[in-house]
């Protein structure tokens, strides 16, 4: 058995005084061929192993470089330097893995983000990304206890499908025809694919959402919680190409059970990671804080990280519908001034400027905005009952984040049949190819609810970082598929 080590956050938590114990890492520094600050990835704080003279050869020495993986026998003893309690006194080292410093991509100084998002292969050895994904495993980890907690079924919903949830059109197509022209062909020209793998057209699913449906409809509560695509040429620090998400869909419940559960969650995973993740909580906090001092005074944000995230877990969202938003922001000194890029009026699929205005300069906390325009959201939102004609409105939420915008978007579901299939004809969607989805309100429709929050815009959140290519292991988005 090679591996009989004690991982490095167990030894700094545990009393370990006296002990001999392994420990197995990577250099992050090594001083006056004596000290070496040894990392493991377990947490940001370095093991401080101490060679004594004569312990080892010149050679060896020569060879305890920035990067190198070592295996470390030693004693744990109290330490009189200062920045650490406990340290390992060597007893063996055996590296493992050399490492070139000269040509070691990581020195020891503060590197840009986007400098490290061009060796992202190693970026997870700073103590940014290692703090940044540890609270992305907990994340990840606290969505599924909330809702295992409650009942809900973890079910996964397919990769490839042949239809297009969002209606949005924005897919990647999936095919195993030859692409230099030579694929089979209809009379009228376009491609013949019932001679496909599928033997129709395929996509990478955009959402899980109308498969989610499909359970829902048995288990009552479900959740996905997969990798979604979206070909949408934004390039942008809230978009990529490939992107995590949740989406819980539940039957018997409507719009305002939906708001409820979504707010619950998201505090729920808030909650999660400010008791599990301090440490990288607190190490992040700092690094905002630090960064926003390189801003103008009047640029600041208010609350620092960890400040920010209790504020959200203590006061509720605020709750309005889209024709308040629009009011609100009519009526703001902001527009009045003429600073929105976008011109505001009622019907207007609402930019990220508007959004950012109402959470972050008016409200200056989350809003969940109710009964959007149906002419601008999804076919299969629910109509709204009484609305004036040519205002017609759907009983969708999105809740809006500071320094994020959009986080969830969600929506009580249509389960009339016929008002269902009319929407689907307006929209142009395949009726008789979705019979499927269709035979759910045939079937004992019941009313049902549920949204999907994109996963890294929650990490984003809970993170502070500014762009979302840095809380994803490797982002994809236009132009850009390295690793
Ligand atoms: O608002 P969206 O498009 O909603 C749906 O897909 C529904 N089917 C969800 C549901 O009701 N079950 O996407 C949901 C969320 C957004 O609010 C956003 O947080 C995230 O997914 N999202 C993205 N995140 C990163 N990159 C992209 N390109 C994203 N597009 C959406
Ligand atoms: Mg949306």
């Not at 005084?17 to 420990?23: I, L, W």
């Not at 990647?172 to 062909?185: E, Q, R």
């Not at 429709?445 to 490797?474: C, K, S, W, Y």
Request: include cysteine; glycine fraction near 8%.
């Amino acid at each position: 058995m090679f591996n009989n080590r004690t991982k490095i956050k167990t030894l700094l938590q545990g009393n370990f005084v006296g002990k001999e114990v392994t420990v197995m890492g990577w250099v992050r520094t090594f001083r006056n061929n004596q000290f070496i600050a040894l990392n493991d990835g377990s947490t940001n704080n370095n093991l401080q192993v101490v060679i004594a003279l004569g312990l080892l050869n010149d050679e060896t020495l020569k060879r305890i470089t920035t990067g190198a993986s070592l295996k470390v026998k030693g004693e744990i003893v109290a330490s009189l330097g200062k920045g650490q309690s406990i340290e390992l006194k060597a007893i063996t080292i055996e590296i493992l893995g050399d490492s070139d410093a000269e040509k070691y991509p990581l020195q020891p100084k503060k590197h840009s983000l986007e400098f490290l998002r061009e060796i992202a292969h190693m970026r997870f050895r700073t103590n940014t990304f290692g703090a940044v994904f540890r609270i992305r495993h907990s994340l990840a980890f606290a969505v599924h206890k909330f809702f295992n907690e409650k009942g809900f079924v973890y079910l996964h919903t397919p990769i490839i499908t042949a239809s297009d949830a969002e209606g949005a059109g924005e897919m990647f197509k999936v095919t195993t025809l030859p692409i230099d022209g030579t694929a089979p062909k209809n009379e009228d020209g376009t491609i013949n694919f019932t001679e496909d793998f599928f033997g129709k057209a395929t996509n990478l699913t955009v959402s899980g959402q109308l498969e989610g449906e499909l359970g829902a409809m048995a288990f009552s509560d479900i959740y996905t919680f997969g990798p979604t695509f979206r070909a949408e040429n934004s390039n942008t620090t809230r978009h990529l190409a490939e992107f995590w998400m949740i989406e819980p869909e539940m039957a018997f419940y409507d719009i305002e059970d939906n708001m409820n559960l979504a707010e619950e969650f998201i505090q729920y995973l808030i909650s999660y990671v400010i008791e599990n993740n301090k440490e990288d909580l607190e190490f992040l906090d700092a690094r905002l804080a630090e960064e926003e001092k390189q801003k103008p005074q009047n640029e600041r944000q208010e609350l620092g990280l960890i400040e920010k995230l209790k504020f959200v877990t203590d006061n509720k969202f605020e709750r309005i519908t889209y024709t308040e938003a629009i009011q609100i922001l009519l009526d703001s000194p902001h527009y009045k001034k003429k600073k929105f890029k976008y011109d505001v009026s009622w019907g207007i699929d609402m930019q990220s400027e508007h959004e950012r205005y109402l959470v972050e300069k008016h409200f200056k906390k989350p809003v969940i905005v109710t009964g959007y325009p149906a002419a601008i959201k999804a076919f299969y939102m629910r109509l709204n009952n009484n609305c004036e004609a040519g205002k017609e409105t759907v009983a969708a939420m999105d809740i809006l984040a500071p320094g994020i915008g959009e986080i969830v978007g969600g929506s009580q579901r249509e389960e009339r049949y016929d008002v269902l299939v009319k929407k689907m004809e307006q929209f142009n969607i395949p009726v008789k190819e979705m019979s499927w989805y269709l035979d759910t309100r045939r079937f004992g429709t019941v009313p049902h609810a549920g949204f999907g929050l994109g996963f890294e815009r929650m990490v984003q959140f809970v993170t502070g970082m500014t762009n979302i290519r840095d809380v994803i292991p490797f982002a994809r988005t236009p132009k850009n598929c390295e690793f």
